[in-house]
């Protein structure tokens, strides 16, 4: 899915969750990625770590972020 979008929203995604293919992906792609902040916060999940930093990835405060991202890249 990654190679035919945009971007990729993550709103929910355990540790071991397949979802994190999608994010490997996206950022081995150069696609946008954006991850919820609730997500972020979350002190039980280690994953949201090892994607945060990189150019294209971002937290995801509302959906205006992502117009606003994408509309000036």
Known sequence: ??????ATVIVEASDTSGTLHQAAECQRLGRWLFIMKSVVDDPR????????GHEKT???ENTHDIV??????
């Open 45 to 52: 999940l280690t994953w949201p770590s090892k994607f945060l």
């Open 58 to 60: 971002h937290i995801l």
């Open 68 to 73: 606003e991202r994408i509309d000036h890249a």
């Open 1 to 6: 899915m990654a190679a035919i979008s945009d």
